[in-house]
């Protein structure tokens, strides 16, 4: 409600160091499904039959299937008008650094520069066997490492692998130095993304679609859309 984003507005434009954490329903008003709600993902797909290490090696027709599939769901869809808003702020110097689990690159393609990607990105290949960079064509043509012959996978993080460590030190160190840390779409079941917001010593705020169990860590918890509650947020701090 206008309370609660007025107040989000006055605590953006009184920080001095902001840092954004998302998750995949920062994506879902672009038109690509997240991972736990009613009609995410993983409730249509088993994620340990494709977004595990052991799925890659031992079933890659399944594993292919599915990234395939996000790949060519993200070049059919664009980052809607809440990523637009998240790249004003940053040119306005309102937030310092995105760290998103998502794996679209939409933050980098609605123009913030200072985006850390902490589950890898679907926009980059590798071969993994011999880790020999590759790409999008070669993995949607399903062709094999032209150095080893093994299979090509995306640079996404899989469950149980560890996160890219320039990407999680970075969004460690934003969100250390931070005094106000906007966490956006994101449910907080993935460790240790989830652990972030707990590492701040700054305002916490929950921006989210579904706000189950009373979300005592956090300052302030708005309940809406990431499109629309970045909206009303931003009509306060353009009108100042
Ligand atoms: P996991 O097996 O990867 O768990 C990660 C490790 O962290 C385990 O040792 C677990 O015991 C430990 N852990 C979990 N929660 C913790 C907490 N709150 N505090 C301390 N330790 C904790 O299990 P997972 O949670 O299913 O997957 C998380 C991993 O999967 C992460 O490495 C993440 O980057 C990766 N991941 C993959 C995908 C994907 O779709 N491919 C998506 C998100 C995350
Ligand atoms: N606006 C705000 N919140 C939304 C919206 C929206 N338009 N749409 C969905 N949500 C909320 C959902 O209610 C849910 O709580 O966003 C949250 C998305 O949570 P998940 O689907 O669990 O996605 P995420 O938290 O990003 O998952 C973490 O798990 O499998 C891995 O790789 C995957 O990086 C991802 C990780």
Redesign the pocket.
Known sequence: DSKETGTLADWLQHATHATIL????????SDI?????KE???NRVD?RTV?TPEALQNHYDLFHEFYAMRIKRIKSCTPHT?YNILADWEKNGLIQAIS????DGFHTRAGNEHVYE??GSLHQFRCAHCARPSSEKQFLNKENCQHCGGHLRPG??L?GETLPEDSWKASLAHIRRSDLVIV???????YP??ELPNMTEGKTVY??????HPNTRFDLVIK??????LQQVNAFVTST
């Open positions: 998302t998750g995949a329903g920062m994506s879902t008003e499904p997240d991972f736990r709600s995410g993902w993983w994620p977004a809440g998103t689990q998502n794996v902490l589950h996404v993080v469950f956006i779409g994101t449910s907080l079941k993935v993304a989830s921006i989210n679609a579904e706000v189950d809406g859309k990431a499109g629309e509650v």
